[in-house]
């Protein structure tokens, strides 16, 4: 079964961290958060957007980009920015035993010479760019790490779940 890592670059909005935490705990995905954060990890925001799922997120801090990139070594990385040519679905994500995806700041995304130097790791997610800049950053995970889920044909997840109050039956 593959880890689906979801990494984010010094992430500012606690809102969004909170939601990819809630994706994270929903789909069994450690989350990575390199400093400096916009926001405190008690930040009132932080924990109502992450609810109840808190304890249950693998949350690993890094204090820099270059602590992280030590920390990964030469397991796969891949770098989530519209600036790219290759579209996320169009790669193979049930290729490797665990993997990473890297986000980038709400305000300025990933640095541009870390991107430049990584080039062949960018991906992107079709959009249409005369409407908008980019897509929201907790929506763009949840989509990138459902398409690695739906590529590993949603291993160690549960495609149906019998709740004793069902709302269908």
Request: aromatic content about 12%.
């Amino acid at each position: 079964m593959t880890i689906n890592h979801i990494v984010l670059f010094e992430p500012c909005i606690p809102a969004n961290t909170g939601n990819i935490a809630r994706t994270c705990a929903a789909t069994n995905s450690p989350l990575h958060l390199i400093e400096p954060l916009g926001f405190e990890t008690d930040d009132k925001h932080l924990k109502r957007a992450g609810l109840d799922y808190w304890n249950d997120v693998n949350i690993t801090y890094h204090k820099s980009l270059d602590a992280f990139l030590e920390y990964l070594g030469d397991k796969p990385l891949y770098l989530i920015t519209k600036f790219a040519e290759k579209n996320y679905s169009e790669i193979n994500l049930a290729k490797y035993d665990e993997q990473f995806f890297m986000f980038g700041k709400e305000t300025k995304g990933l640095p541009e010479e870390f991107m430049r130097k990584n080039y062949e790791k960018c991906l992107r997610l079709p959009m249409n760019d005369e409407h908008v800049r980019s897509l929201n950053l907790s929506n763009t995970a949840a989509i990138v790490v459902y398409e690695a889920l739906r590529q590993q044909h949603f291993a160690g997840l549960e495609a149906v779940h019998c709740y004793e109050n069902d709302k269908l039956k």
